[in-house]
């Protein structure tokens, strides 16, 4: 059971114990099953370094190949890291806050010599 899921069963049986409104326990309980039987999205395991990832997802947005989530047609490090942190699954453990500095062009560690190495064309140049 996910989270979600849990923190509702808790305040289901509070509210049981407070009320007598069955068409709202009805309504919990339907909300309860809907997450149990939510299906749970596969990861995929990125075996590399955080900080690769970070470079390879940045220029990838940057490229035009992924339009970074964010607000006002602005990007957002830290919403593309938490996005990322559910699709993915890291080999080297790593924390969304350590994502999201990595997905920063300006303060990813990744070496100039390692970043000459990944090259990603303008979406437009192989369109």
């Known amino acids: 059971m996910n989270e979600v899921a849990e923190n509702i069963a808790q305040l289901l049986a509070q509210f049981e114990k407070d ?4 068409e709202a326990l009805d309504e919990l309980r339907a909300l ?6 939510e299906p749970k999205i596969q990861k995929l395991k990125w075996l590399g370094k955080a900080e690769q990832f970070g470079y390879m997802f940045s ?22 890291a938490k996005v990322c942190f559910e699709l993915f699954d890291f080999a080297i453990p790593t924390t969304v806050d350590n994502l999201e500095r990595a997905m920063n ?8 010599s390692n970043r000459a190495k990944i090259i990603i064309p303008d979406i437009k140049d192989i369109s």
Request: no cysteine; charged share 30%.
């Open 32 to 37: 309860i099953i809907s997450q149990k039987n």
């Open 59 to 80: 220029e990838l947005a940057k490229q035009g190949f992924i339009e970074m989530p964010g607000s006002r047609g602005e990007g957002s490090y830290s919403k593309y």
């Open 105 to 112: 062009p300006e303060k990813n560690r990744l070496s100039e």
């Open 19 to 22: 009320t007598a409104n069955k």
